[in-house]
């Protein structure tokens, strides 16, 4: 379960944020031996970050994350990750 609630908590500290938006996502233990995902769900993380404070954002991205050697079931698709970062740059500037 990701918690919002740490990253104003990390920042009074004085500590950078970062978050994993893609690894959060993750589902081990998948029968087929292969970790699942929920890349579905990566803009929701990556939006709720950003509105509560993160400083920065890791997304895995693949052209074709069905082909990637590592991850894929985590990945956004690369032709989705410019339509994202216009939204969440809207989002920084709305809640500075």
Do not use: W
């Amino acid at each position: 379960m990701v918690d919002y609630r740490n990253i104003p908590i990390m920042k009074h500290h004085g500590a950078p944020v970062i978050m994993d938006c893609t690894h959060s996502l993750q589902q081990p233990n998948q029968s087929s031996g292969v970790t699942g995902g929920n890349p579905q769900m990566i803009s929701t993380i990556a939006k709720a970050a950003i509105a509560t404070g993160a400083d920065g954002l890791f997304i895995e991205t693949h052209p074709d994350p069905s082909c990637a050697l590592s991850d894929g079931a985590n990945m956004l698709r690369l032709d989705l990750l410019e339509g994202l970062l216009e939204d969440l740059v809207k989002i920084r500037q709305a809640v500075k």
